[in-house]
């Protein structure tokens, strides 16, 4: 069963800097998308940033020059460092993959979210 497990939030103060972690748990075929996304109290959720297979990078208009998105592709893991933290980041994080678990098939994950807290 493929299973996205995150990690790395926390309380940090503003402008300091936390790095998230989101794994893949599972064997799949390959990975076609990722993309970190957060949601803040009484917000809709929105997507902070996405990378593609080539590793092209795409970023939210509030988090350019903070936040860089990466990918290792031989762990199955995507990264979000945070630099420069604001309390208006302060939301849960979700990161989402579209996957092959098989050739035939494709779905997207979602990770269980993980809580950025930054107090001012």
């Known amino acids: 069963q493929v299973q996205l497990v995150e990690s790395g939030g926390g309380l940090v103060q503003a402008g300091g800097s936390l790095r998230l972690s989101c794994a893949v748990s599972g064997s799949i075929f390959s990975i076609k998308s990722m993309g970190w996304y957060r949601q803040a109290p009484g917000k809709q959720r929105e997507l902070v940033a996405d990378i593609t297979t080539s590793s092209n990078t795409n970023y939210a208009d509030s988090v350019k020059g903070r936040f860089t998105i990466s990918r290792d592709n031989a762990k199955n893991t995507m990264y979000l460092q945070m630099n420069s933290l604001k309390p208006e980041d302060t939301a849960v994080y979700y990161c989402?993959?579209?996957?092959?678990?098989?050739?035939?098939?494709?779905?997207?994950?979602w990770g269980q979210g993980t809580q950025v807290t930054v107090s001012s």
């Open positions: 989402a993959m579209l996957i092959a678990p098989t050739p035939e098939e494709l779905y997207d994950y």
